[in-house]
C-alpha cells in the first residue's frame, strides 16, 4: 500500500527504499494505529499522523548517516518502538535494542519485531538506571533517546551504555547552546562532549536534536538512583 506522506518523503529526499522495507513501515504503522484503539500508545491518532510524525520523524534526521554492518544502537525509553523500529527497518546494516520499563508497550514492541520479520532488533524490558549500571554497559555505538523525558536523565542513563566514541541523540527541539548551564555540565561529568550542530553534517545527521560524543569512559557511580537523579533534576533544573 502506498502511503502518501511516505511517498512525499522518498521524492523529496530521493531515497530508494525496497518494496519489503516500505511494507514494514506501513505494516508498523497500522499496529500502532490499531493498538492505540485498545490502550494509549501514541498520542498520534490517525495512521497518516503516525507515518509522519512517529516513523518519517524517526528516520528523517539521520537519514544520511554511514552505518557499517555490525554497528549497535539502543533505543532508551522506546515507548511504541521509536525510534528503533523505524531505524532497524530502514537500515539492517546495524543492530539495535529496544529498552522500555513499561511491559506493555514492550510486549507490543516484541509482537510488532515477530509480526514484521524485523530480524536486526531485539526487547529488553527493565529500568534504564539498573540496565546501565549492568550487563549493557559501554557495548553501543549509538544511543537514541526520543521523548524519554527530562534531557538531564537521559544524559545519565545513555551515557554508560555507550562505548567510547560513541553518539548519543536526543531528538531534542532546542539548539546545544540553548541547554541549561546544569544539563551542559552533567554532559562532561558523565564522559560526554557536547557537538556542535555545524560538525554534524561530519556523522551523516541534520541540523536538528542533540548530538553528545563519547570522550572517556563514564564513572562507576552513574548511573545513580532514580531518587537521586530527580533530586538533582529539582534542585538544578527546575530550581526547586
Request: charged share 25%; hydrophobic share 40%; proline share 4%.
Amino acid at each position: 500500500m502506498e502511503n502518501g506522506r511516505l511517498h512525499e518523503w522518498k521524492e523529496r529526499n530521493g531515497i530508494i527504499i525496497d518494496e519489503a522495507r516500505e511494507s514494514r513501515m506501513i505494516a508498523y504503522a497500522e499496529l500502532i494505529h490499531e493498538t492505540n484503539k485498545k490502550f494509549n500508545i501514541t498520542g498520534f491518532k490517525t495512521l497518516d499522523d503516525i507515518v509522519a510524525n512517529l516513523i518519517l520523524g524517526s528516520i528523517d534526521p539521520l537519514v544520511s548517516m554511514n552505518v557499517p554492518r555490525g554497528t549497535v544502537f539502543a533505543d532508551i525509553g522506546t515507548g511504541a518502538g521509536i525510534p528503533g523500529i523505524p531505524l532497524a527497518i530502514f537500515n539492517d546494516n546495524w543492530r539495535g535494542v529496544c529498552i522500555d520499563s513499561n511491559s506493555k508497550k514492550i510486549s507490543f514492541v516484541d509482537s510488532v519485531i515477530r509480526d514484521c520479520g524485523i530480524d536486526n532488533l531485539t526487547v529488553v524490558n527493565g529500568r534504564l538506571e539498573e540496565i546501565a549500571r549492568q550487563q549493557m554497559r559501554g557495548v553501543f555505538d549509538y544511543v537514541f533517546s526520543r521523548a524519554l523525558g527530562e534531557i538531564f536523565f537521559v544524559i545519565e542513563v545513555g551515557a554508560p551504555l555507550l562505548k567510547t566514541g560513541g553518539l548519543l541523540y536526543v531528538y531534542y527541539h532546542a539548539a546545544p547552546e540553548e541547554l541549561p548551564p546544569a544539563v551542559t555540565e552533567h554532559i562532561n561529568e558523565v564522559g560526554l562532549s557536547l557537538l556542535e550542530r555545524k560538525r554534524y553534517h561530519e556523522y551523516g545527521i541534520r541540523e536538528n536534536g542533540i548530538v553528545m560524543i563519547k570522550e572517556r569512559t563514564t564513572d562507576r557511580t552513574y548511573p545513580r538512583s532514580m531518587k537521586a537523579i530527580k533530586r538533582d533534576i529539582e534542585r538544578k533544573i527546575k530550581g526547586v
